[in-house]
């Protein structure tokens, strides 16, 4: 058998249009949704990052701003920056793009945002309420992998989800959104012993580890459904994952490629988060062009 390719590129433009049309129910009624970017330093990875999620926020129609800062910026000017940006009505989302420059500390840069405008969703507090189910903002990349599993028609209640990698990124809050939605899960992470026997009983594999092509075929069951949040270079200099794509697809009931996969989701889920919070700020008399 070969598993089937789950098209996180077709799915997120499936949602990206949802966006869309909601976007424009609220620019009927006077609000514009906007994205503000806080680039620090000149990281041409960053600066990728920060120029698609610009991209597509117009492509919902949203309004996108970027604040370019030197490296050298001190953390009271862009802390500075930060406040400004939580009183002005026009911006619903504020990311600040890490890495920041190691005089800066991230800490205290993620706290400084308003968490109602916290849609990359690192504040303690939105963190926090993700964790124990109350109504929040969910992690980008989590919730778009969530949105996955759904749009294919992959059951999660009662499945044995495996989760590889613990980051505050994607590994633990990948493991809640599955307990909310009635799955049971083990993480796993470098220091797991006898790794394969862990996730080889896995119904749903989610890989977040940050290593080359790391899980093969031995370490999945027949009909697994595979998730591949990794994104590496091969020794040829070619995009890959953390999962051996050639050997798991003949295996996997479902496997996400890479690139295509978990990526344009991650930013989809942008977009709905700013959605969100310029739809809640509308309904409180808080949005404007």
């Known amino acids: 058998m070969s598993g089937k390719l789950i098209d996180g590129t077709a799915i997120g433009k499936e949602i990206r249009l949802e966006i869309k049309d909601r976007v424009s129910n609220l620019l009927d009624n006077g609000c514009k949704p906007g994205l503000a970017v806080v680039l620090v330093g000149d ?3 960053s600066r990728t990052y920060v120029k698609n999620k610009q991209k597509s926020s117009v492509e919902v ?3 996108s701003e970027l604040i370019e800062l030197p490296s050298t910026v001190s953390e009271e000017e862009l802390l500075g920056h930060i406040s400004k940006l939580n009183k002005d009505n026009s911006i619903n989302g504020i990311l600040v793009q890490l890495p920041l420059p190691k005089h800066i500390d991230e800490n205290k840069v993620i706290s400084a945002i308003d968490p109602e405008k916290d849609v990359d969703v690192f504040h303690p507090v939105n963190v926090g309420k993700m964790i124990i189910g109350q109504q929040a903002f969910l992690s980008c990349t989590p919730y778009g992998i969530i949105k996955l599993l759904e ?5 999660i ?6 989760i590889v990698g613990r980051s505050n990124i994607v590994g633990k809050p990948m493991g809640q959104l599955l307990l909310q939605r009635d799955a049971t899960v083990t993480y796993c992470h470098s220091k797991t012993e006898n790794l394969a026997s862990y996730t080889q009983d896995a119904d749903i594999l989610i890989v977040a580890i940050g290593k080359t092509k790391f899980i093969d075929a031995e370490h999945i069951k027949e009909g697994a459904v595979v998730i591949d949040v990794g994104m590496n270079r091969d020794e040829n200099g070619k995009l890959c994952g953390d999962v051996d794509f050639t050997s798991v697809k003949e295996k996997a009931a479902a496997i996400t490629p ?3 996969g978990v990526g344009p989701m991650t930013i989809t889920m942008l977009l709905k988060n700013t959605l969100h919070s310029a739809e809640k700020a509308y309904e409180k008399g808080n949005c404007s062009q």
């Open 43 to 45: 990281n041409q990875a």
């Open 61 to 63: 129609g949203m309004k």
């Open 151 to 155: 749009r294919t028609g992959t059951e």
């Open 157 to 162: 209640k009662g499945k044995h989800a495996v």
């Open 258 to 260: 890479v690139p295509g």
